[in-house]
């Protein structure tokens, strides 16, 4: 919001500390004390992301008029993603921070729980990242994911916008590409180079969205490719036989199958060679009935369940997850 002259009470404020003047900002502050920024740092909750609005100057920006829509990670998310409190926030590098914080400010009015029944409905950050709102049913609730986290379902009205507080810090992501991603993971080399051998990378280039589940290069070593001169020894036939085994044709985060699992807390997921494999929810001993994670397991792993190293590595086509062996398909 602009003005033109400072309000009455900002001068009268001002002359009576001796003050040079008050900012655009603390002229909206001094006439509303329930606009976004408020509202955060009045939670006690979310003392680290009100920090961070501050340090990053993101502060102003949702201090106009907007409206706004903020996904606020709790202080215990942020802790989580290794950013202890406000002093976890001193210490972050600055553009990292901006970017991270920006990320989570959504210009517009959005009732998340207003939105369709549908997977990953995709709406741009301030900052200009994409993020993928899911609203499902499971059992008798109704759940809110954003990027696969989950959001706390009711939201605080501000006088400029929305406030909803989320599980886990969001991270921008770095990469437009599935491939950049992969080639930029020093635990994926041996992967990245069977992609390049099979002519498979270009694949991971395009539109999409796919989601990848990529074996860590011991579980390569394991599985008989033990350097990149084996992969260049190997068959491309074979190794994209293999490789087409590990990718989805569709943006998948890990909480996606908690959500459409049934009552069995199993299910199957077609992969792009038609072949299926079996998830299994790995049950969380601190929440009745719920759900931490996911196992896998190919038609040729016998009773191995294959855990997840990485999960929800966003990417502009998709999404990475990292896994600790071979999916292996029935010979």
Not at 45 to 54: D, G, I, M, R, V
Not at 60 to 68: N, W
Not at 157 to 183: C, H, M, W
Request: aromatic share 8%; charged share 15%.
């Amino acid at each position: 919001m602009r003005f033109k002259y400072l309000s009455t009470a900002c001068m009268l404020i001002a002359a009576i500390f001796l003050l040079p003047g008050c900012s655009k900002d603390d002229n909206i502050r001094l006439r509303d004390n329930n606009i976004l920024p408020s509202v955060v740092t009045d939670n006690f909750n979310l003392k680290t992301f009100s920090t961070a609005l501050e340090r990053t100057g993101l502060t102003k920006v949702v201090s106009q008029k907007g409206p706004f829509t903020l996904l606020v990670p709790s202080d215990v998310a942020f802790s989580k993603a290794g950013i202890d409190g406000p002093g976890g926030v001193i210490g972050t590098n600055s553009a990292l921070l901006e970017s991270l914080t920006a990320y989570h400010i959504l210009e517009g009015v959005y009732r998340l729980n207003e939105l369709p029944f549908l997977f990953n409905q995709e709406i741009t950050s301030y900052g200009g990242g994409k993020l993928y709102i899911t609203r499902w049913i499971k059992a008798q609730d109704t759940i809110l994911t954003v990027n696969g986290s989950r959001i706390l379902p009711q939201a605080t009205t501000a006088s400029n916008g929305l406030l909803q507080v989320i599980d886990r810090v969001l991270k921008p992501y770095r990469f437009e590409y599935l491939a950049d991603a992969i080639a930029a993971d020093q635990s994926l080399t041996l992967f990245y180079q069977a992609l390049q051998r099979a002519g498979m990378e270009s694949l991971l280039r395009k539109k999409g969205p796919y989601t990848v589940f990529a074996p860590t290069n011991a579980a390569m070593i394991t599985y008989g490719y033990a350097s990149l001169e084996a992969i260049n020894q190997a068959s491309p036939t074979a190794l994209a036989a293999l490789l087409r085994y590990h990718i989805v044709a569709d943006r998948r985060f890990l909480n996606d199958y908690i959500l459409s699992t049934g009552s069995t807390a199993t299910s199957t997921q077609a992969m792009i060679d038609d072949n299926t494999v079996k998830i299994t929810l790995i049950p969380n001993n601190e929440v009745q009935g719920g759900y931490e994670g996911i196992t896998l397991q190919g038609s040729g792993n016998g009773n191995t369940q294959i855990r997840i190293v990485q999960q929800d590595i966003i990417t502009g086509n998709g999404v990475l997850h990292t896994i600790d062996q071979v999916l292996r398909i029935t010979q």
